[in-house]
């Protein structure tokens, strides 16, 4: 049996297992791929943080990986994408089908189980673009050779199709903040759950024989505190923070004004349709052609905003406040203008607790030090 529920990525109705149960407000993070430089810090971080014990030694519950050729496990995206056949569009509204919608005859989810070996080659692909280059060719305007990073984590998807296949009813979606979590007392290991999630994001452990996944860093965020591959983001390309639906979206919420209001910020593969979390600035020097099927139509208005971002100060502010604090910060306001101002982050009961210059002040001091007679070796 299914139940119709509205999927707002895809703009219309779908079938998914269970009837619609929105948390009031969604654990959801932001990505800036423009940012990142795959320093894998933040793989490392969760890595320590979560799964350092015997038998999780494959698991990277956070991993980056470079488009078009990096995967973690082998293929994730392209085997599925493959299965599910034409992916149409008509404007913003998905008419293809979902990977609910597209099962096959007598399964519940479209989906496969990844071999051990696809999991063996976390960095594969890494830096490498999308096409040889020829002899003596050299990189040019038009970005015909290109590659971007892709950081990845459980979705903690509005619609999860772990949860929906699993049979033991082990995997639950908070309601306080749509955390989606496996029950390792309930746990079997049956694997549906990786078989069924698109993203590859839960992951066996045959140690002790049940399905482990992200867990949104629930003890810290229950602190009100970020995820840790948010706090330690060298690029500080990651904002962590609970989001509302389109329709109560608040402006003054950093998460609803980069997804809803700017609309800067896309889900990796709508189409999919488990309405995931994760959303994700999409890189601004990869052609339409290829960021489209990754995020969906939204892209061209993303980029175009993103490019245009000074336009709009409290965009640009807010992208100061990537990686400025490990507090989660539910509300901020923009004082002054771009140029002197500054953005300010407050929790969740109104207290400040960062504030950022929207522009980095540049100090350009002396080659020679006339107070101390040395000569500077770096000046800016
Ligand atoms: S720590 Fe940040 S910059 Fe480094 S790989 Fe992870 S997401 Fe990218
Ligand atoms: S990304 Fe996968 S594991 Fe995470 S909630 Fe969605 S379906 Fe489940």
Redo the contacts with the bound molecule.
């Keep these: 049996m299914t139940h119709e529920v509205f999927n707002w990525q895809l703009k219309r109705p779908m079938d998914y297992k269970y009837p619609e149960a929105r948390p009031r407000r969604q654990a959801a993070w932001i990505f800036d791929t423009n940012k990142c430089i795959a320093c894998q810090t933040c793989t490392i971080a969760c890595k320590n943080a979560w799964t350092s014990g015997k038998g999780q030694e494959y698991m990277f519950w956070n991993n980056v990986e470079t488009k078009p050729w990096g995967f973690y496990p082998l293929g994730w995206d392209v085997r599925t994408l493959e299965k599910l056949g034409a992916q149409a569009w008509q404007g913003e509204r998905y008419t293809g089908k979902t990977i609910f919608e597209s099962a096959p005859f007598g399964e519940e989810i479209l989906g496969f189980l990844p071999d051990k070996e696809d999991w063996a080659h976390p960095n594969i692909g890494e830096d490498e673009i999308n096409a040889p280059l020829d002899e003596k060719a050299h990189y040019d305007a038009q970005h015909s050779r290109w590659m971007h990073y892709l950081p990845r984590?459980?979705?903690?998807?509005t619609?999860?199709?772990?949860?929906?296949a699993c049979p033991r009813k082990a995997?639950y979606?908070r309601p306080e903040d749509g955390i989606?979590l496996i029950d390792q007392d309930r746990c079997r290991g049956y694997q549906e759950?990786v078989r069924?999630?698109?993203?590859?994001?839960?992951m066996y452990r045959a140690l002790t024989a049940k399905s482990e996944?992200?867990i949104s860093c629930y003890p810290a965020v229950e602190t009100g505190c970020q995820t840790q591959c948010v706090v330690n983001c060298i690029g500080r390309i990651r904002l962590f923070g609970l989001k509302h639906a389109p329709d109560q979206a608040q402006a003054e919420n950093p998460l609803d004004y980069l997804v809803h209001v700017a609309k800067v910020a896309l889900p990796l593969y709508p189409q999919f349709g488990?309405e995931?979390?994760?959303y994700y600035i999409p890189p601004i020097h990869v052609p339409t052609a290829f960021t489209r099927q990754m995020f969906g139509p939204g892209v061209q208005h993303a980029v175009a905003a993103y490019r245009r971002a000074l336009d709009d100060k409290r965009l640009v502010g807010l992208l100061m406040l990537f990686g400025a604090t490990d507090r989660i910060i539910t509300t901020f306001k923009v004082e002054g203008e771009i140029n002197g101002g500054y953005c300010v982050g407050f929790d969740e009961h109104g207290a400040e607790i960062v504030r950022v210059p929207i522009t980095e002040p540049t100090i350009i001091r002396e080659r020679f030090d006339q107070a101390r007679q040395v000569y500077r070796h770096s000046v800016t």
């Design positions: 984590i459980c979705n903690h998807c619609y999860p199709a772990c949860l929906a995997i979606k989606v759950c069924a999630c698109p993203y590859k994001k839960t996944k992200c488990t995931p979390n994760v």
